[in-house]
């Protein structure tokens, strides 16, 4: 596997911001930048063996500086997804973090690990990412260090390693948004996209997109996607979880949690040919489909069109701080995190 290293400009806060990219004998790419250890590019061959693109984001520094809520690629933190009204308790103590969505706080606050440039190193096969943040960070408790592990293989692999340590309780939730559209970043909808989700269940939430601690059922709901089917078959149906929102942003209860690395999702474009396999040891995936423009310049200077990319991100349950009934999202000194997700690339004929 072959990994070079480049420049990719400095931060405005004066750092240097790197751009790693991964090529394997086949000439399929993964670019990442130690700027919120982003996901730039994913270049796979489709069915014809053409090269596409099939990751959304930016060509310079300063669009990643400023892209808002968008997090192209980014790996997300303290806390991926949303906390309700901005506060949690943890050992008896209410935390305050910032509304940064509406009445939520959202991806980690106003400065989320997202706009962080991470120290970064290539090890073998690996690069390695690490970045900490102090106690009181955008309002979380403890000192938490953080390191995410990119490879690439031969077949077209992507695997993720997180790990992250604490010196004191705090909550933590993390994931990788990316935006995919597998018929190549150029195309104006992926909803034609074919998706499946390994989930019997999902996460009710509300006109604020906020989880309410109910959990549905997908049968006979727009929300069952154990068989395949397009994205936007039922996108824009009356039912009530798709029609207060417009689109999917909810979180689904994946089918085997809890026993280790297991398929979570699989998408796929008929158009290209090409195919995305999710693994992963996490409880949750939060399928994101953006029901507005998500940026107005992408990668040369494509305005990305709502419903042009979809976001499978795995992680812990959003709110998770509120409802005891969730899979835990406190870290403490005595537990370190770790995970893994897979997003592997094939063809179909």
């Not at 919120?36 to 930016?58: E, F, K, Q, T, W």
Request: overall charge negative; proline content about 5%; some cysteine.
């Amino acid at each position: 596997m072959n990994i070079t290293r480049e420049p990719f400009g400095i931060t405005e806060d004066r750092k240097q911001a790197w751009l790693y990219t991964f090529e394997n004998s086949d000439g399929a790419k993964l670019v990442v930048t130690s700027y919120g250890a982003r996901i730039v590019s994913i270049i796979v061959p489709d069915r014809d063996g053409n090269m596409r693109d099939v990751c959304l984001g930016y060509d310079t520094l300063p669009e990643y500086e400023h892209d808002g809520n968008s997090c192209f690629g980014a790996v997300v933190g303290r806390y991926a997804n949303r906390i309700g009204k901005g506060e949690f308790e943890l050992d008896g103590v209410t935390y305050h973090v910032a509304l940064n969505d509406g009445p939520n706080h959202l991806h980690g606050g106003v400065r989320g690990f997202h706009y962080y440039n991470w120290d970064s190193r290539i090890v073998g096969d690996t690069l390695e990412l690490t970045h900490i943040s102090p106690d009181g960070d955008e309002g979380y408790p403890g000192t938490l260090t953080m390191a995410v592990e990119y490879r690439w293989s031969e077949d077209n692999e992507l695997s993720i390693t997180y790990t992250a340590s604490t010196d004191k309780d705090t909550v933590f939730n993390t994931t990788n948004h990316s935006y995919f559209n597998l018929s190549g970043g150029d195309a104006d909808t992926a909803l034609d996209h074919l998706l499946t989700i390994n989930a019997d269940k999902f996460t009710e939430a509300d006109e604020n997109t906020l989880v309410t601690g109910k959990i549905l059922n997908v049968e006979g709901t727009p929300f069952d996607f154990r068989k395949a089917k397009p994205i936007g078959q039922d996108i824009h149906s009356d039912y009530y979880q798709t029609k207060q929102t417009g689109t999917y942003d909810h979180n689904f209860i994946l089918s085997g949690c809890g026993a280790g690395l297991t398929e979570a999702a699989v998408l796929y474009s008929e158009k290209s040919g090409i195919c995305l396999t999710c693994f992963t040891d996490q409880p949750g995936l939060q399928l994101y489909v953006p029901a507005k423009c998500p940026s107005q310049h992408g990668k040369g200077g494509k305005c990305y069109p709502a419903a042009g990319s979809v976001c499978l991100e795995t992680q812990h349950f959003p709110d998770a701080p509120h409802h005891p009934e969730f899979p835990s999202a406190v870290l403490t000194p005595d537990g370190p995190f770790e995970s893994k997700t897979i997003y592997h690339f094939s063809v179909k004929g």
